[in-house]
C-alpha cells in the first residue's frame, strides 16, 4: 500500500484531480442526459403539475360554485320560510276574524231565533189563556144559570135573559177581584 502512494507521488499527477479525456466523456453524458431530462421528462412533469393544478383549480372552483348555490338555495329557503310563516300567520288571523264573525252571525241569528220563540210562546200562551177564559165563561155562564135558575126559581131557558145575567154575574166577579186586588 505504501508503494502506491509512493508511485502515485513520483508520477506527477495529482490524484485529486480527474483526468481530461474523462471529464470530457462525463460532461458529454451529462450534457446528453441534461437534454434529454430537459427535453421530454420536465415537460411531462410540468404537464402532470399542470393538470393536477387545474384539476385542484378546478376542483375548488366547483367547490366554490357549489358554496355559492348552497348559500343562495339556503337564502331561498329562508325566504320561503319567512314568507310562508307570513302567510300562515295571515291566514290565521283571517281564519280567527272569520270564526269570530261566524260566532257573531250565529249569536245574533240565537238571539232573533229565541226572541221569536218567545214572542211564538207568549202569543201562544196568550191564545190559549184567551181560549181559556172563553171556555170558562161559557162553563161558569152554563154553571150561573143553571144555578141561578134554582135559586129563582123560574127557569132561564131564554138566551137573552140568561146573557144578561151571566153578563151581569160576571161584572160584579170581576169588580170583586179588581176589589181585591187593590
Known sequence: MNQTIISAATEGTNPLVPNPWEMGVVLAGFAVLFYIVVKFVVPMFEK??????????GGIAKAEKAQAEASA???EYKQQLTDARAEANRIREEARAEGAQILADLKEKAAAESARITAH??????????AAVVSLRAEVGTLATTLAS???????????RAARV??????DLENQNAGAAK
Do not use: K, N, Y
Open 48 to 57: 402532470t403539475f399542470a393538470e393536477r393544478a387545474e384539476a385542484i383549480e
Open 150 to 160: 134554582r135559586i129563582v126559581g123560574e127557569s132561564l131557558s131564554d138566551d137573552a
Open 73 to 75: 338555495a339556503l337564502e
Open 166 to 171: 151571566v153578563d151581569r154575574f160576571l161584572a
Open 121 to 130: 210562546a207568549h202569543a201562544q200562551i196568550e191564545s190559549e189563556r184567551q
